[in-house]
């Protein structure tokens, strides 16, 4: 029986960033460290002398980036990614954990302190109508995030910073509305850029943009970090996107990462259940597609609506939509675990089920 | 006779630099119990061809052409007459089921309008049907959903009496505009699961728009790929995913982040942008973001021409692409804009 004995020193064991050469350094101090992010919400009152209901979005997350490496956060909606990515960007107060950012405890710092820190790390957010302000000309909107910061050069960094994302300087006195939604993801990407920040968040930052766009967008980003070496906490609900851009995956499910890992090996070897569902799920295109008739298709977990009702109060959030569960699954919360080199999974069975094809 | 046939479909919009053309001779047809589907990105007018279907243009725009439901015309319909067609014969889901739905009805009471409108069945008899439909659609506890509220139920619950709506009268024509793109991938291939099986058991025909390759892949037996107000290529969805025939076709197929891609591989990105609908140049619509592209490309727009029986692109370059010549580089305004 597979059960860790020490969760504790399970969840914070920093993961081995792949992909990246790791100076003596930076593999001593992580760029961001999270430990056991909890982040707790009240709900309305359903009565007057009821206590006021919670959603628990965050239950506990751990994990930490080495600098120049890229993790996406995978999962669906009210697994928590969102709430993670405001806890990160100190938007928020987490209910209990520490966000540590270049060693420094991001929710122990003044005001004064935090806003200076924040050119450390900046956020890119999904729709680029939304986020640009129309009334404003490029050049402002990109100089924004210089304003806390009294920057003596912004004019010459808003050019510098429009170049990085392939735009030019004379776009600077133009507004939003003559821009595509491809190149108003750029002007977004241009204001997290121009801080020289050392992390940049981005929520879904392709979602909204059409397939030719998407793959301009990402390869720009792919660029970018080669170029500044710039680290990427990505949110994405494709995995396909995740993969292109990752080296490491995090996957998230009510509110605890549930694997976590190298693309290849979440793809190769994916070793939670609700890893190998949304494996599972992603379209694919081959050459031969063929329809799913109801007879070839493999049994899929139901769905639940996770926040509200699909998240039992002991043992593993999983288990009702499980198709490997067990008695056990009803009683232990999973740790997350090693399972292999730079694999982690929060699995009672993870080892079987990364071994079968089938429940 | 085809169940739906659409002949030369123009539609043409004002803008404020004059009327353009938002569809230039659209043309296809549609089978009982064929499943087809729309593809292309935002602008290429997919969503108007299945506006136009429904009567539902906007109001300014002047539809021309031909769309033969069932034998009856269906452009210069009045309102009424269409009225009785949609959500009768022709059934519909749209992308986000939040604002499809009534947020003040219950689920039962909306899943019964239609029962009661166009079947003219009792209140408890359109309740009971309700239930029906909704089990059929596979919500679960659907009868304790009956008097439960829109937002009580989450995306995917929501899309699922969304078409249980849509089936409530046994439609002949199921019309989806991106069912899946607001759910969650694990939810997406539950829902499109669904609508495979239900068109499969009733035999009815779908029209499904998407932008995504993957879900047409899994779900339709024809492909209309279109740009551009046109349809520049159309067949089997096996055929044309084989041979991605058309350059545009070709440009969204590398475009896609594939899973399990070799780590730090570029996409492929198709030069330039869409372009706006009043500025599409006279000859092929794709001519100036294409590396293919010769001087005759701009002249006059490309006919379609067969790849195989029943699989056509509009494209005249198409024997040198299959013959493999490369691309030529794109112009350099093109490549520099986003």
């Known amino acids: 029986m597979a059960v860790d004995p020490s969760p504790q020193a399970a969840s914070i064991e920093p993961v081995a960033a792949a992909g990246v050469a790791l100076s003596s350094t930076s593999a001593k101090t992580p760029l961001l460290a999270v430990e056991h992010l909890v982040k707790h919400y009240a709900l309305p009152r359903e009565r007057l002398f009821a206590a006021a209901p919670r959603v628990e979005a965050l239950r506990g997350v751990s994990f930490t980036m080495q600098a120049g490496t890229s993790l996406g956060l995978v999962g669906e909606s009210g697994s928590g990614k969102s709430t993670l990515a405001r806890q990160v960007m100190a938007l928020e107060r987490p209910t209990a954990g520490r966000v540590t950012l270049l060693g420094r405890d991001l929710n122990a710092l003044s005001p004064a302190e935090l806003r200076a820190a924040r050119r450390d790390f900046q956020m890119v957010f999904q729709d680029p109508y939304g986020s640009l302000d129309p009334r404003q000309r490029i050049g402002r909107i990109v100089a924004e995030p210089l304003a806390a910061m009294a920057a003596a050069d912004a004019r010459s960094r808003v050019t510098e910073s429009l170049d990085a994302v392939g735009l030019r300087a004379a776009d600077a006195e133009r507004y939003p509305h003559e821009f595509s939604g491809g190149q108003r993801q750029r002007i977004a990407i241009a204001r997290a850029l121009i801080t020289r920040p050392r992390l940049i968040v981005a929520d879904e930052p392709v979602s909204a943009l059409d397939v030719s766009v998407q793959a301009q967008v990402l390869n720009l980003l792919q660029d970018l970090q080669q170029q500044f070496a710039v680290t990427y906490l990505l949110i994405s609900h494709d995995i396909a996107v995740v993969d292109h851009l990752c080296d490491q995956v995090a996957v998230l499910y009510a509110g605890r990462i549930v694997e976590q890992g190298s693309p290849e090996v979440l793809f190769r070897a994916a070793a939670h259940p609700y890893t190998r569902a949304l494996m599972a799920a992603v379209p694919r295109v081959d050459t031969r597609p063929a329809r799913r008739k109801a007879t070839n298709r493999k049994p899929v977990a139901p769905s639940i609506r996770v926040a509200a009702e699909g998240v039992p109060d002991a043992g593993c959030s999983y288990a009702p939509r499980c198709l490997w569960r067990q008695a056990l699954c009803g009683e232990q919360v999973p740790a997350l675990r090693a399972i292999a080199e730079g694999h982690r999974a929060a699995c009672h069975f993870a080892e079987q089920v990364m071994r079968s094809a089938q429940p | ?338």
């Open chain 2, 1 to 338: 006779m085809a169940l739906l046939e659409v002949n030369d479909l123009r539609v043409t919009l004002p803008t404020p630099r004059g009327p353009a053309d938002a569809l230039r001779g659209v043309s296809f047809s549609l089978e009982r119990g064929e499943t087809v589907g729309l593809i292309g990105e935002s602008g290429c007018g997919k969503s108007m061809t299945a506006l136009a279907l429904m009567g539902l243009l906007p109001d300014a725009a002047r539809p021309r052409g031909s769309v033969r439901f069932d034998g009856t015309e269906l452009l210069g319909l009045d309102d009424a007459a269409m009225g009785r067609l949609r959500g009768r014969r022709i059934g519909m889901v749209f992308q986000e089921p939040m604002t499809a739905l009534n947020p003040l009805h219950t689920i039962g009471r909306q899943v019964a309008e239609p029962l009661r409108l166009h079947r003219g069945l009792s209140a408890d008899a359109a309740r009971a049907e309700a239930l029906r439909l909704l089990d059929q659609v596979r919500l679960p506890s659907a009868a304790q959903r009956l008097d439960a509220h829109p937002h009580q139920l989450s995306g995917g619950q929501r899309q699922r009496v969304v078409i249980a709506i849509a089936l409530a009268c046994g439609p002949d024509l199921l019309i989806a505009d991106e069912p899946t793109t607001a759910l969650d991938v694990t939810i997406q291939g539950e829902i499109l699961d669904l609508i495979a099986d239900l068109v499969e058991a009733r035999g009815m025909a779908l029209l499904l728009v998407s932008h995504d390759l993957g879900v047409m892949a899994r779900t339709v037996d024809r492909l209309l790929v279109m740009y551009g107000g046109s349809v520049v290529e159309s067949g089997p969805a096996a055929a044309v995913f084989e041979h991605l025939a058309h350059p545009y076709t070709r440009g969204l197929f590398g475009a896609r982040p594939r899973l399990g891609a070799p780590r730090g591989s570029r996409l492929a990105t198709i030069p330039g942008r869409v372009p706006e609908l009043i500025d599409l140049p006279p000859g092929c619509p794709f001519a100036d973001r294409c590396g293919w592209a010769v001087a005759a490309c701009r002249a006059a727009p490309p006919p379609p021409i067969e790849v195989e029986p029943g699989h056509a692109a509009r494209c005249i370059r198409l024997d040198a692409i299959a013959a493999g010549e490369p691309p030529h580089a794109v112009g350099p305004a093109a490549a520099q804009a986003a």
